[in-house]
């Protein structure tokens, strides 16, 4: 991907900067976002967090999604927590608008903000000039009831002998994300399945984007406790409350990793031994996705949350980083 840098590479005037702190689970976003907010603090300027963790959206959705407490969130305002119930569905569109218009709104008030979090497809959204094709709903019933009936695994075949590049970005077990890429196939448009926009121009002037990594051989063993950790705090008790508002019926929600094995432990369909293998398994490949995802990010400033000093990284992002500006 290109954008061309501002002619001066740091907003002399004290324009409010879109910061993006993006990465796989588990690799620090969180407290490095923080740490930012309040380094940009110090430095005289104002910050606010918007999450694009898609499953921190929920409502309730809070020892499986990591999120973190409002008694932990240091006085920085944060944006877009807990904004749907479990019931809702979580759409990238609708949450572009959205995430969009609280980046403004933002601004409005003289802050800069940071867009935390690790849904790739989410923040590509926010981030750049990503149009979204249109929907046919009689042709998407029509494929539900087909993925209903015969599973994901009958029409990923079709969508991998339609698109191939979209079939292989997509979860062949995601049978939300390929009704959609096959309903935009069959009204003739080319499905971003998925996929960022070739040669994609930035939605914001002003934007740093800070990619959190953590050396694969030290992060799977951080994943793995962090599952085990998950359920000893309370997973399954916090899913059984959940049930009970919905969760089950939740096209997004109820999928979610670590809350559908939650789900099927509590129905009696496996062990808590079990269900916890496969989240540490399904965990360790949503963070692989994630990482292919933001490496094709280009401007991205890659850094280990452990031992990044966020004052540091501030000063150099503000004075001298580059500025990526969609005006290009």
Known sequence: MTAAPAPDSAPADGAPILWAVLGATGTGKTGLSLDLAEALVARGRSAEIVNVDAMQLYRGMDIGTAKIPETERRGIPHHLFDALE???EAAVAWYQEVARRTIEEIRGRGA????????????????????????????????????????????????????PAAAERIDARNGRRIVRALEVLAQGGRTHGGALPEAPEHWSPRTRIIGTAVPR????????????RMWAAGLVDEVAVLRQQGLERGATAGRAIGYAQALAQLRGDTSE??????????????????????????????????????GALVDSAVAGGPVLDARG
């Open 217 to 228: 051989d030290e992060l799977v063993p951080l994943l793995d406790a962090r599952v085990e």
């Open 86 to 88: 479990v019931t809702q």
């Open 112 to 163: 800069d903000a940071i867009l935390v979090g690790g849904s790739g497809l989410y923040a590509s959204s926010v981030l750049f000039d990503f149009r979204f094709p249109p929907r046919d709903e009689r042709l998407r019933a029509s494929l539900e009831d087909e993925l209903e009936r015969h599973g994901a695994g009958h029409l990923f075949a079709r969508l991998r002998a339609a698109d």
């Open 273 to 310: 031994e079990e269900a916890i293998a496969e989240t540490q398994a399904l965990t360790r490949r949503y963070a692989r996705r994630q990482v292919s995802w933001f490496k094709r990010y280009d401007d991205v400033r890659w850094v280990d949350p452990r031992t990044t000093d966020a």
